[in-house]
């Protein structure tokens, strides 16, 4: 059997009760108010009875089902319903059946229940009668938090229970009690029943004398005795606390979604640190691959500048005689002559002399639109500069597209012509 614990009210304000692994009860602390014994979760508190409404009543039992709907409609009659079924805190038992009737026990709890009567980590609560061990057909009588209240069973279920407004045994409160069970014998709900119980407190004498006068039931006085664990809780919670663990679920819940969201920024961001170190190391890879072929690579650059520079030499196209050949073509019969022609790998210079600036002008642009000539070079001429004579002189400069430039101290071809 495993440990529990019992929170419940007795005459001096509230007790403290543990259960070990072989089913006895220990007594634990005692407080003036249940949150100074520290109620835990897996606990159960016993609702005192004065701060809770018992009904019994006889329901058709032909569908169980009905059940909720017509206890429930029985609540708003007598004013103990919310506006809905979910917004009141009732609870309901089985106590026999006769026919086709089912003899009800109903216990509501207020929807505004004092704080000092439950407690948030608690989700396990009945009425306190339901705690005690009672005798079967017979009315229990004890004292909670200072007033003496009743508690009445059918065989060995609890059938209803109520507070008593006298404070001490005697006529009235025999009187009361007489008109309590009157009550539930016209309703068929008791019968037979002849004797009570008085459950004393530690320190507590009881004097039953005027009771036993007044004619009240035959009476027996005995200490209040340990605990019982109930058949069967409450199944429902105070709505204080079912709104707590409402709002404790969705806390809950949204640190659940927030340690989700962490975990996976964590997993980008660690993903993200893992790919930049590798990139890391594949850079420095790299750069390694790079310095070691780096002479390699210079010295196929160097190469590769001298062989270019001499693809001019070895095309037949860009050879200077060839140059010389295609521009000369171009020479009108008399009036142009040519008197500079400069070639080196990247660069052509001519230079020559017309008998007028126009001739020379023409000359220059028959150079630069020649399709022989512009297949390896790019051409620029600036006016030509008219001469005392009367002629002109002129220069044409070709610069060899993909060259690195000319070279002052490469071959001239033909300084004079």
Same mark, same amino acid.
Request: charged share 20%; aromatic share 8%.
């Given at each position: 059997?495993?440990?529990?614990?019992?929170?419940?009210?007795?005459?001096?304000?509230?007790?403290?009760?543990?259960?070990?692994?072989?089913?006895?009860? /220990?007594?634990? +602390?005692?407080?003036?108010?249940?949150?100074?014994?520290?109620?835990?979760?897996?606990?159960?508190?016993?609702?005192?009875?004065?701060?809770? =409404?018992?009904?019994?009543?006889?329901?058709?039992?032909?569908?169980?089902?009905? @059940?909720?709907?017509?206890? @429930?409609?029985?609540?708003?009659?007598?004013?103990?319903?919310?506006?809905?079924?979910?917004?009141?805190?009732?609870?309901?038992?089985?106590?026999?059946?006769?026919?086709?009737?089912?003899?009800?026990?109903?216990?509501?709890?207020?929807?505004?229940?004092?704080? *000092?009567?439950?407690?948030?980590?608690?989700?396990?609560?009945?009425?306190?009668?339901?705690?005690?061990?009672?005798?079967?057909?017979?009315?229990?009588?004890?004292?909670?938090?200072?007033?003496?209240?009743?508690?009445?069973?059918?065989?060995?279920?609890?059938?209803?229970?109520?507070?008593?407004?006298?404070?001490?045994?005697?006529?009235?409160?025999?009187?009361?009690?007489?008109?309590?069970?009157?009550?539930?014998?016209?309703?068929?709900?008791?019968?037979?029943?002849?004797?009570?119980? @008085?459950?004393?407190?530690?320190?507590?004498?009881?004097?039953?004398?005027?009771?036993?006068?007044?004619?009240?039931?035959?009476?027996?006085?005995?200490?209040?005795?340990?605990?019982?664990?109930?058949?069967?809780?409450?199944?429902?919670?105070?709505?204080?606390?079912?709104?707590?663990?409402? /709002?404790?679920?969705?806390?809950?819940?949204?640190?659940?979604?927030? =340690?989700?969201?962490?975990?996976?920024?964590?997993?980008?961001?660690?993903?993200?640190?893992?790919? /930049?170190?590798?990139?890391?190391?594949?850079?420095?890879?790299?750069?390694?691959?790079?310095?070691?072929?780096?002479?390699?690579?210079?010295?196929?650059?160097?190469?590769?500048?001298?062989? +270019?520079?001499?693809?001019?030499?070895?095309?037949?196209?860009?050879?200077?005689?060839?140059?010389?050949?295609? /521009?000369?073509?171009?020479?009108?019969?008399?009036?142009?002559?040519?008197?500079?022609?400069?070639?080196?790998?990247?660069?052509?210079?001519?230079?020559?002399?017309?008998?007028? =600036?126009?001739?020379?002008?023409? =000359?220059?642009?028959?150079?630069?639109?020649?399709?022989?000539?512009?297949?390896?070079?790019?051409?620029?001429?600036?006016?030509?500069?008219?001469?005392?004579?009367?002629?002109?002189?002129?220069?044409?400069?070709?610069?060899? *597209?993909?060259?690195?430039?000319?070279?002052?101290?490469?071959?001239?071809?033909?300084?004079?012509?």
């Amino acid at each position: 059997m495993p440990a529990a614990t019992i929170y419940r009210p007795f005459a001096g304000g509230w007790q403290k009760w543990l259960r070990d692994e072989a089913g006895a009860w /220990t007594p634990g +602390d005692e407080a003036m108010e249940l949150g100074e014994l520290k109620p835990s979760a897996g606990g159960l508190i016993a609702v005192p009875v004065r701060r809770a =409404f018992s009904l019994s009543l006889w329901v058709p039992a032909d569908d169980p089902g009905l @059940f909720r709907n017509l206890v @429930f409609t029985q609540l708003e009659l007598r004013g103990l319903a919310g506006r809905t079924p979910e917004e009141t805190t009732f609870a309901w038992r089985e106590i026999t059946r006769e026919g086709n009737e089912a003899l009800l026990h109903v216990v509501v709890l207020p929807s505004n229940l004092a704080p *000092r009567y439950w407690h948030g980590e608690v989700t396990d609560y009945a009425v306190s009668p339901a705690c005690l061990p009672l005798a079967a057909d017979s009315v229990s009588i004890w004292r909670e938090e200072g007033n003496w209240v009743a508690a009445v069973t059918r065989g060995p279920s609890l059938l209803h229970f109520q507070p008593l407004c006298e404070d001490h045994p005697g006529t009235s409160m025999a009187l009361e009690v007489w008109l309590m069970l009157a009550s539930l014998e016209a309703g068929r709900m008791a019968d037979g029943i002849s004797s009570a119980v @008085f459950y004393s407190q530690p320190g507590e004498e009881l004097d039953l004398g005027t009771w036993q006068a007044a004619g009240g039931l035959a009476a027996q006085v005995q200490p209040l005795p340990a605990p019982v664990w109930p058949d069967k809780a409450l199944g429902c919670i105070p709505l204080p606390v079912r709104a707590m663990q409402q /709002t404790k679920a969705i806390g809950a819940r949204r640190q659940r979604l927030a =340690f989700a969201g962490a975990a996976v920024y964590l997993a980008i961001v660690l993903a993200l640190a893992g790919q /930049t170190l590798w990139l890391h190391w594949r850079a420095r890879g790299l750069q390694a691959e790079l310095d070691r072929d780096a002479p390699t690579v210079a010295a196929t650059k160097d190469a590769m500048e001298r062989w +270019d520079s001499l693809q001019a030499a070895l095309d037949p196209l860009g050879y200077p005689l060839e140059v010389l050949y295609q /521009t000369a073509r171009l020479l009108p019969k008399d009036g142009v002559r040519l008197i500079l022609f400069e070639m080196n790998l990247g660069h052509v210079v001519i230079q020559g002399e017309a008998s007028t =600036f126009p001739a020379a002008q023409k =000359f220059q642009d028959e150079v630069k639109k020649n399709t022989e000539l512009q297949a390896y070079y790019d051409w620029t001429a600036d006016n030509p500069k008219s001469l005392q004579n009367g002629s002109a002189r002129f220069q044409i400069d070709g610069a060899r *597209r993909g060259a690195a430039g000319a070279k002052e101290d490469t071959t001239n071809e033909s300084p004079h012509i």
